[in-house]
């Protein structure tokens, strides 16, 4: 799940090693003899129910400076932290993110924010405000200009944030360049974390139960309380797995309404048909 940012290209041989580790969660204790030692400080570690420290103030593309308590209190949001001139892999994790967005029905700005962060104290909020536009263009919907935050801070705010949700980078003086986990967390609109996805890609449909369980179920439909029901989050592998019984459950409650509706259709009918064959009897003359 490694991220690797260029100021100089990385060698190939370690940004292939970082997109086949981006699919996994990296716990802090494990490290392989196959794993560049710069990557042994590297990982995402879930940090479920914490808050985020809400005191910490950055900056936003227009330059004000912000605590992040602005962003929470009324919708869930998505915290993505990467660096804003990197062209591997926080690209990559950002336009994973883009796809995902795109095909929910869900608007951010709407029904939730996203707020994006950068590791990097040296990028500046002219740097935020254009890759701001470039995703707000490529996402098509214009409400999500006043919901999706490009943020650029300090090395101590930016530091406490990253310990906050668990994500550990390190800085490579040799290469110029971080290295760092990627993934996207969702958290609750009290800013809460609630759910970590890993990797470069989304499931639109774990994100959208995500963020139905982050709002306490105020955003979403009735298909996706259903689905929430059969459906259980694993903190391993970051997604939203089948849960076998509990779809049984449902599939037999489904079976049994759709017989006894059936049924009922049937004894109607019937009655219909035996009602239409009766004549009234004949009146006699005296």
Not at 226 to 234: A, S, T
Request: glycine share 8%; proline share 6%; charged share 20%.
């Amino acid at each position: 799940m490694t991220l690797l940012r260029c100021r100089l290209h990385f060698p190939s041989l370690y940004l292939l090693l970082g997109l086949s580790l981006s699919a996994l969660p990296v716990w802090g204790h494990h490290t392989t003899s196959h794993r560049p030692p710069v990557l042994d400080d590297v990982g995402l570690d879930q940090r479920l129910h914490e808050p985020l420290p809400l005191d910490l103030a950055f900056r936003d593309e227009t330059g004000a400076r912000v605590r992040l308590e602005k962003f929470f209190g009324d919708k869930p949001v998505i915290l993505t932290l990467v660096y804003y001139d990197c062209p591997n892999l926080c690209t990559l994790v950002l336009n994973g993110l883009l796809r995902t967005l795109r095909a929910l029905s869900f608007t951010v700005g709407e029904q939730f924010d996203v707020v994006t962060v950068s590791i990097d104290p040296d990028n500046t909020p002219a740097l935020a405000a254009a890759k701001k536009a470039q995703y707000i263009r490529g996402y098509g919907r214009p409400e999500a200009a006043h919901g999706w935050h490009f943020l650029t801070g300090e090395p101590d705010a930016i530091r406490r944030l990253a310990q906050a949700v668990g994500f550990r980078y390190t800085y490579d003086a040799e290469h110029d360049q971080f290295a760092h986990a990627s993934g996207v967390m969702v958290l609750t609109p009290q800013g809460k974390l609630a759910r970590y996805f890993y990797g470069i890609e989304y499931a639109p449909r774990d994100v959208r139960l995500g963020l139905v369980e982050a709002a306490a179920n105020r955003i979403g439909s009735p298909i996706d309380q259903l689905l929430l029901f059969c459906y259980h989050y694993d903190p391993q592998s970051g997604t939203y797995s089948l849960v076998i019984l509990k779809a049984l459950r449902i599939a037999g409650v489904v079976t049994i309404l759709l017989l006894g509706a059936f049924m009922g259709m049937m004894f109607r009918h019937d009655r219909r048909q035996k009602s239409s064959h009766e004549k009234p009897g004949a009146g006699g003359t005296g």
